[in-house]
């Protein structure tokens, strides 16, 4: 670069001279080197998605869909510090589209305002910003679930999601602290409020008019809030005496009671409120003092008031006895009627009721022995324990004895699920806690999209991972849509299907517990090499391959109805001492609603396009993931691996054109192979993928044509002779499997 400035010069004075076209290059390439530099690349490429996924739209003055210099080129909207995009502002443009699918590495944005445009049609994507301070997204089209990333952005102050199609909440608010303003309104939301909204301690405004909340809202009492709107849910009970102060109070359209809070009730009857007395007025009498009881006018009726209220005193006082009297005998009624109840139980304690809570006899909540439990978040006290109390869920009431009839405590049935057939083992919290050391992070073996796995070793012979089900993952019924799923999946019987041991729903604490497979992942068996482990043989991947496709065939063409994966993937199959495979996370279809929330790097390469399109998972949605899965057999290469240059980061996009060219498929294949492969072999692979990976899912084959084509691989890959460099022990059978 310096002897570039030194010709310019000499030319400038005469020396020398340079060409005229060799200067005009030389300024153009100064002027586009800075312009490059200006914007940081992952900013550059989160905004070109951004862009595509916008449709391109007219209105974006300055924007392209590839590379471009966001901060240098001014784009419309777009604001910077240094090299990195900070804000993004572009309301009420009318655009349409969505939001980009990798907008979680926009690390360096804190604003983010599309509001009133036309965005939408789909749910939020799961990758938005994660340091964003304000998220506009007002009046658009968005359906469906609010993304949970939303529960991670930890400096999120301000917002606001209202007037569009959303549905479900899918975030806890625990870190949300900073959060000052949250508006909801104007959705299709139902249930109670999340408990988790207690932890807002910095909430101001809540905006949560004109949905379908029901249930109280006690869980707002402690919050500093000056403007609440909740008019027009189906809410109901008291409104708390530290919500009836705030300046900017709105809740009509409900059905909360005016009366003040009923005294508490007797440790018998903890769950059972008294029912409210009806109002029973005379139609015809209109003039009712409800301060007083009494009816007719106030200041009486000429000189006969005297006699006129005494009459009226008597019958208000009879028709109080008599209330008294029916109140009496319906409380009554219950306890008698609950009597039976705790003496069956009673009668069997060492019965096996997987979900039922033994009572305890009021004034005795003392003797419960206390469940320690760890914060899963906490990851340097994690041997300090804390009485369950219980935190979580925050439903339970400390102040009420644990009783059968109390709703926060009694375990929901699920409708028409028989607990004897589920062939699954109930544990109990502590049971687990027990086994995990209290769900230390010394035994944290994974996360996923539904929460966090713990290796639990039960016994000596017996050693578990444990998944801890996150609540927010749950619909607004837990106890009851869990039993379910437990009664799903334990129904499920296939040698390569991971097999469910057992679970447990106590305490609003939801668990799963699984075969522990040492081995792992294949994910980490392909990708996280520790240096110890072999790699894997090519008879070992298409061994994988098979039994991976037979778990998805069984699960779609012999289960009645039909399962659905919808998360396949490497990290989603264990592999066992023999390396066989099994698939997990069956049965979890229900927890992941469409257009979910797997927007993440890593779950993005398996999405099939209609996928992320419309949302919509099929059958032949499995297949492409599992087409993608084969394909880092293949190659030893992840899904999406944001480490390559932008043109191969998607192993798809990358691998596709060249899985029928011969030359090109011996350089795709994974190095650790050592080129100990069949050339056969490996090629039939590669067709094989290339059918399932088609952008077209009605040609994609159904997995009984994948599992017969990987079959007859297996048959015609030198039956009974031996592939290089593996031992003489190693060979094929007739059914297509392998033996050992």
């Not at 029973?280 to 009494?294: A, C, I, L, V, Y």
């Amino acid at each position: 670069m310096a002897k570039a400035s030194s010709g310019w010069f000499r030319a400038a004075s005469g020396m020398a001279p340079l060409g005229f076209s060799a200067v005009v290059m030389l300024l153009m390439a100064t002027a586009f080197l800075g312009v490059t530099a200006d914007t940081s690349s992952d900013d550059v490429t989160a905004l070109n998605t951004f862009y595509t996924t916008l449709n391109s739209p007219w209105q974006l003055t300055n924007w392209v869909a590839q590379n471009g210099d966001p901060c240098g080129q001014s784009w419309l909207g777009i604001t910077c510090s240094g090299s990195r995009v900070i804000t993004i502002k572009l309301p009420g443009m009318g655009l349409k589209g969505t939001l980009g699918y990798n907008m979680n590495i926009l690390t360096a944005l804190v604003e983010l305002d599309a509001s009133n445009n036309n965005l939408g049609g789909s749910d939020i994507p799961y990758n938005l910003p994660p340091n964003l301070e304000r998220l506009n997204l007002v009046n658009n089209s968005f359906t469906g679930t609010l993304p949970y990333s939303i529960s991670q952005m930890a400096s999120l102050k301000y917002l606001n999601l209202g007037h569009n199609q959303l549905s479900d909440i899918n975030v806890m608010f625990s870190q949300l602290t900073n959060l000052t303003t949250l508006d909801l309104s104007d959705n299709t939301f139902s249930g109670t409020l999340p408990d988790s909204f207690s932890s807002l301690t910095s909430l101001t405004m809540l905006h949560l008019q004109n949905n379908r909340f029901t249930g109280t809202i006690e869980v707002l009492s402690d919050l500093p809030l000056t403007d609440l709107n909740v008019e027009n849910n189906q809410l109901s009970g008291m409104i708390p005496d530290k919500l009836k102060g705030i300046n900017n109070l709105q809740i009509s359209g409900n059905s909360f009671s005016n009366s003040p809070a009923a005294p508490s009730s007797p440790p018998s009857t903890t769950s059972q409120s008294p029912p409210r007395q009806p109002s029973k007025r005379n139609p015809g009498n209109s003039n009712k003092n409800p301060s007083t009881g009494s009816n007719g006018d106030s200041s009486g009726n000429g000189g006969g008031g005297g006699g006129r209220s005494s009459k009226v005193g008597g019958g208000a006082v009879a028709g109080i006895v008599i209330s008294l009297v029916v109140l009496g005998a319906m409380v009554a009624f219950f306890m008698i009627k609950r009597r039976p109840m705790r003496g069956q139980r009673r009668e069997d304690p060492e019965k096996n009721e997987p979900l039922t809570l033994r009572p305890i006899a009021s004034g005795k909540f003392n003797q419960l022995r206390a469940i320690n439990i760890i914060s899963p978040t906490a990851k340097e006290g994690l041997q300090k324990t804390v009485s369950m109390n219980l935190k979580p869920p925050s439903k339970i009431n400390l102040h009420k004895s644990f009783d059968e009839s109390d709703p926060t405590n009694k375990v929901v049935m699920a409708k028409n699920i028989d607990l004897s057939s589920i062939r699954a083992t109930a544990y109990t919290v502590a049971d687990l806690q027990m086994a995990t050391e209290s769900f230390s992070a010394d035994n944290l073996i994974g996360e996923g999209s539904f929460g966090r796995v713990y290796r639990a070793e039960i016994s000596d012979h017996k050693i578990l991972a444990v998944k801890k089900i996150n609540l927010s993952a749950l619909p607004s019924n837990p106890s009851d849509f869990f039993i379910e799923l437990v009664a799903n999946i334990s129904k499920l019987n296939h040698p390569n299907i991971s097999e469910l041991d057992g679970y447990c729903s106590e305490h609003g604490q939801y668990l799963l517990a699984y075969e522990f497979y040492r081995n792992g992942s294949l994910h980490d068996f392909l990708h996280l090499s520790d240096g110890c482990s072999k790699p894997l043989s090519w008879n070992s991947r298409v061994k994988i391959a098979l039994g991976s496709a037979r778990a998805l065939e069984y699960m779609h063409e012999t289960c009645s109805p039909s399962i659905i994966h919808k998360n396949f993937k490497s990290s989603n199959i264990v592999l066992d001492n023999e390396l066989n495979p099994h698939v997990s996370d069956c049965g979890f279809a229900d927890l992941i609603p469409n257009q979910e929330l797997q927007e993440l790097d890593e779950n993005s390469g398996y999405r099939a396009p209609e996928v992320t399109m419309s949302g919509q998972y099929s059958q032949k949605s499995d297949v492409y993931s599992f087409g993608v899965v084969m394909l880092e057999l293949l190659t030893g290469r992840k899904a999406f691996d944001r480490s390559h240059p932008w043109p191969q980061q998607s192993l798809v996009r990358w691998a596709t054109p060249q899985l029928h060219d011969i030359d090109a498929l011996d350089q795709m294949v994974d190095p650790a192979l050592e080129g100990l492969y069949p050339a056969k072999s490996l090629s039939r692979f590669a067709d094989a993928i290339a059918l399932c990976v088609q952008s077209e899912p009605e040609f994609r084959p159904p997995m009984s044509e994948v599992v017969q084509s990987l079959v007859r691989l297996v048959q015609r890959s030198s039956m009974g002779s031996v592939l290089s460099g593996e031992s003489n022990s190693r060979r094929y059978d007739d059914s297509g499997d392998y033996t050992f």
